[in-house]
């Protein structure tokens, strides 16, 4: 059974920088996309970035893109997210998930039919 793990989260001030890790495991992921998703109470949980597995293409959504930059170690199954320059406005819940459809699935279709989600870490950005 797939499983995702995110780590990394806390409490940082803004400017900081700060990375989040997701480690996969119960499964190869070739063939998988894997993105990064974040929750605020006051929004859905909207997209942040995505990376194909296999071949690296990666996809920033416009509010992080050259602030944020997601990258994968296949040697250990794990995706990371690294944040700078972050503002307070990039505080929320940060999910990873993962599915094999690829990156049109995880970077441009319907969250809430992803395959895999890990259960979320905190980041919270002080002004």
């Known amino acids: 059974q797939v499983h995702l793990e995110e780590s990394g989260g806390g409490l940082v001030q803004a400017g900081d920088s700060l990375r989040l890790s997701c480690a996969a495991s119960?499964?190869?992921?070739?063939?998988?996309?894997m993105g990064w998703f974040r929750r605020t109470p006051e929004k859905e949980r909207d997209f942040v970035a995505a990376?194909?597995?296999?071949?690296?293409?990666?996809y920033y959504s416009d509010s992080v893109k050259g602030r944020f930059t997601i990258s994968r170690d296949s040697a250990k199954n794990t995706v990371y997210l690294q944040m700078t320059a972050l503002k307070p406005e990039d505080t929320a819940v940060y999910y990873c998930?993962?599915?094999?459809?690829?990156?049109?699935?995880?970077?441009?279709?319907?969250?809430?039919?992803?395959?895999?989600w890990g259960q979320g870490t905190l980041v919270t950005v002080s002004s």
């Open positions: 119960g499964h190869s992921f070739n063939g998988y996309a």
């Open positions: 998930a993962a599915d094999s459809r690829g990156l049109r699935a995880v970077a441009g279709g319907d969250e809430r039919f992803l395959e895999v």
């Open positions: 990376i194909n597995w296999s071949d690296g293409d990666m």
